[in-house]
């Protein structure tokens, strides 16, 4: 998959739920699993990117990625980014939201985004980050 040109990342080693570890538990299961991939793939591509398992995070989850070398870090929170001031915590979209999922949340027409779910753009990350957003002058 990586030869191809895929991107490939990390979901750590047991898919525990991270919050109820220890710091230590936390950092052998991001580093284990990046280990593995690593041997896998060789140098095809580097593994900077995690998934956390059940979307479940926090800053000090991010900060253990961090300082496991990672760049990338994925909730599964439900919202559009609206910065890029927090890599490791970015939320993304599940297939199931996009245009043709099973449960759309917004549409795409005309180089525009179209919300038709309102907890979509109400989700707490995106009103938290929006003024952030706003304050650094860039547009959508």
Not at 32 to 57: F, H, M, N, S, W
Not at 106 to 120: C, E, L, N, Q, T
Request: net charge neutral; proline share 6%; aromatic share 10%.
């Amino acid at each position: 998959i990586v030869k191809r040109g895929h991107a490939v990342g990390v979901h750590t080693y047991s898919h525990p739920y991270l919050p109820a570890l220890s710091h230590e538990q936390v950092t052998w299961e991001v580093k284990e699993c990046r280990r593995i991939l690593e041997g896998i793939i060789k140098d095809l591509q580097p593994v900077d990117a995690i998934a956390y398992p059940y979307g479940q995070t926090a800053r000090a989850l991010a900060e253990v990625a961090r300082d496991a070398g990672f760049s990338f870090g994925f909730t599964i929170e439900p919202c559009f980014n609206r910065t890029l001031r927090e890599p490791l915590l970015f939320s993304k979209i599940d297939t199931n939201d996009a245009p043709l999922g099973k449960n759309p949340k917004f549409s795409i027409a005309d180089g525009m985004i179209k919300i038709m779910h309102p907890s979509f753009s109400n989700h707490r990350r995106t009103n938290i980050l929006e003024s952030e957003f706003m304050n650094q002058s860039h547009t959508l």
